[in-house]
């Protein structure tokens, strides 16, 4: 992606976010120059990944496949006496167009929240054991408390205040209804870790390359400098 897209990408979450009236908390504010001079007391945010995370999963055609995502709280899985959350909290932008790809998680357990805007389409697969796609057996979920059944493949469609309980080994994907405009996400889940959690049913990275054509108007949750001393 180019240095742009994901400044553009960024600028219009915010602009969701505050048309939605979801406070964010001081961190997605930083500069990047705010960022070099943050000390050991911010090392939460660095160690787990919090903030800010666009992304084309590598394959370079973020208007079809990509997403906008903040992380607004988090554990860690590796650091579990030093964060001793074991919860996470997330803020995503489906577009309509743009496709989140084919996944599951090996170990968290997520709600899929419509906040606000259009309707959100979730599609739902069962996992073999060999982690293919099970196009045979019904997916059960629960939605607000009321149990669903859907054939393999089903599309679940969230309108705005609805959500849905993803388990383990369940695949997902989703993006917003067409027509009925894009979606403000929300995610509370399990501790996220996106480095060692993902399971693609295709190929891909998790986050982008980026070509560097302009300056960053935010520094994204895997680029924050370490702290240096002195």
């Not at 007391?41 to 995370?53: C, H, P």
């Not at 959690?197 to 370490?226: K, T």
Request: hydrophobic share 30%; proline share 5%; net charge negative.
């Amino acid at each position: 992606m180019k240095r742009s897209e994901i400044n553009a990408a960024l600028k219009e979450m915010e602009q969701m976010v505050q048309k939605y009236r979801f406070a964010l908390p001081p961190f997605c504010n930083f500069t990047p120059e705010e960022w070099g001079k943050k000390g050991h007391d911010y090392d939460e945010i660095r160690d787990n990944m919090l903030g800010w995370d666009i992304t084309d999963y590598g394959l370079g055609d973020f208007d079809k496949v990509g997403f906008s995502l903040i992380t607004i709280r988090n554990g860690n899985l590796n650091m579990k006496d030093k964060y001793t959350k074991t919860y996470a909290e997330k803020l995503l932008i489906s577009e309509e167009d743009q496709y989140a790809p084919m996944h599951f998680h090996f170990l968290k357990t997520e709600d899929i929240i419509n906040r606000g805007g259009g309707n959100l389409v979730v599609e739902l697969y069962k996992s073999t054991p060999e982690e293919e796609l099970d196009r045979v057996s019904d997916v059960t979920v629960s939605t607000d408390g009321r149990v669903r059944v859907l054939p393999a493949g089903g599309h679940l469609v969230l309108t705005p205040g609805e959500s849905v309980t993803l388990p383990p080994r369940l695949y997902h994907a989703f993006w917003a209804e067409k027509g009925t405009g894009k979606v403000l996400i929300g995610e509370v889940s399990k501790v996220n870790d996106d480095c060692t959690d993902n399971r693609f049913y295709e190929n891909m990275g998790r986050f982008p390359e980026i070509e560097e054509d302009e300056a960053p108007y935010r520094l994204l949750c895997n680029e924050y400098p370490s702290f240096k001393e002195g």
